[in-house]
Nanobody, 123 residues
Framework: VQLVESGGGLVQAGGSLRVSCAVS????????MGWFRQAPGKEREFVAG????????YYADSVKGRFTISRDNAKNTVYLQMDSLKPEDTAVYYC?????????????????WGQGTLVTVSS
């Protein structure tokens, strides 16, 4: 199983960035997908999740209204569109796949993880 993130980089505050996660080695449409992030010296935290069909999405309060998660089951890819970025959004962003039966904000319920992509927001 491989989850490969891409699209991270340096962006100014107020700007936008889209990160992607290409998944292989599992039946993508059978898995809930999530994005997490980890800032230096902090624990990994939930950012956004999406159901198997893409019909249900859920977000951390800190990103609600600014970030949008989506998926393309034909391309085995999940995306995170990040708008109105703030310096506090600076972190390594990880995608993860969960076989859990319902929405999960808990990283312990995710079975597979990518290596992460760094997003840096300058002030």
């Amino acid at each position: 199983v491989q989850l490969v993130e891409s699209g991270g980089g340096l962006v100014q505050a107020g700007g936008s960035l889209r990160v992607s996660c290409a998944v292989s080695g599992l039946t993508f449409r059978w898995y809930e997908m999530g994005w997490f992030r980890q800032a230096p010296g902090k624990e990994r935290e939930f950012v956004a999740g999406i159901s198997r069909s893409g019909g249900r999405t859920y977000y951390a309060d800190s990103v609600k209204g600014r970030f949008t998660i989506s998926r393309d089951n034909a391309k085995n890819t999940v995306y995170l569109q990040m708008d109105s970025l703030k310096p506090e959004d600076t972190a390594v962003y990880y995608c993860a796949a969960s076989a859990a039966s319902s929405s999960s904000f808990d990283r312990r319920t995710y079975d597979y993880w990518g290596q992460g992509t760094l997003v840096t927001v300058s002030s």
